[in-house]
């Protein structure tokens, strides 16, 4: 079975300085990859996803991830931290590996950006 | 394009009351996913559903919870003689069915209180 792994759940970094979000997954299949973010009483909003189709991710706002099979992860990152980054990032796998099915998700990971 | 709606956001109960939450998803998406956030947790799935049919519920609580998506209208979640220990946000997504990498997208949530 699927399941995801978060490190830290809470990162706190300087306006400008490199955001890095660690995610490692376990998958018996290829997986489809995805990273959220997730501001305070709001939904769930993609940030990026990875479908096998190049390992480097880039998605909105600047983040990107990199798919590293070796090391089974997924880690998401940022040159420079804007003060708006401040929200919390999951992570999720598909289910099965598949086009279809639940999403499963890391616990989440809350950025904080200090001026 | 409205994205996926969910009603109402928010939601206070009573003990032993029932709550019904409403899910639109976008437009053209047939497929809808339920996830429950608990404080500090990611989010968890719940149940999956395609026009007229259950297609995975193996998170949802055998007792008091139920799912439904008609041909016509918003998906429903129902929970039934509602207990403290339902107090989440319960999230909705949708994804097309053609999609080939299960993008799913996130309605706002609704925040059930249970007094």
């Known amino acids: 079975a699927q399941s995801v792994t978060q490190l830290g759940s809470h990162v706190s970094v300087s306006e400008g300085a490199l955001v890095l979000l660690r995610c490692n997954y376990s998958s018996s299949v290829p997986p489809y990859l995805f990273w959220y973010v997730q501001y305070p009483n709001q939904g769930l909003q993609l940030l990026l996803k990875y479908t096998s189709a190049a390992t480097l991710v880039k998605g909105i706002n600047g983040f990107e991830a990199e798919f590293k099979k070796s090391e089974t992860s997924f880690h998401l990152t940022k040159p420079s931290a804007h003060m708006s980054d401040a929200a919390e990032y999951f992570c999720a796998v598909s289910e099965g590996g598949g086009s279809q099915g639940n999403l499963i998700f890391g616990k989440g990971t809350k950025l904080s950006v200090k001026p | 394009n409205a994205g996926v709606m969910q009603n109402p956001r928010h939601l206070v109960r009573r003990r032993g009351q029932e709550a019904r939450l409403r899910c639109s998803p976008m437009?053209?998406?047939?497929?809808v996913y339920w996830y429950r956030q608990l404080p500090e947790e990611g989010l968890k799935f719940m149940v999956y559903?395609?026009?007229?049919?259950?297609?995975?519920e193996s998170g949802m609580p055998k007792e008091r919870f139920s799912a439904e998506f008609p041909k016509e209208g918003p998906s429903i979640l129902r929970i039934q003689q509602v207990v403290r220990g339902d107090s989440a946000a319960y999230f909705c997504?949708?994804?097309?069915?053609?999609?080939?990498?299960?993008?799913?997208?996130f309605g706002p949530g609704t925040r059930l209180t249970v007094l």
């Open positions: 559903l395609q026009k007229e049919n259950i297609i995975d």
């Open positions: 437009k053209g998406h047939s497929h």
């Open positions: 997504a949708s994804s097309h069915p053609s999609d080939s990498y299960n993008e799913q997208f």
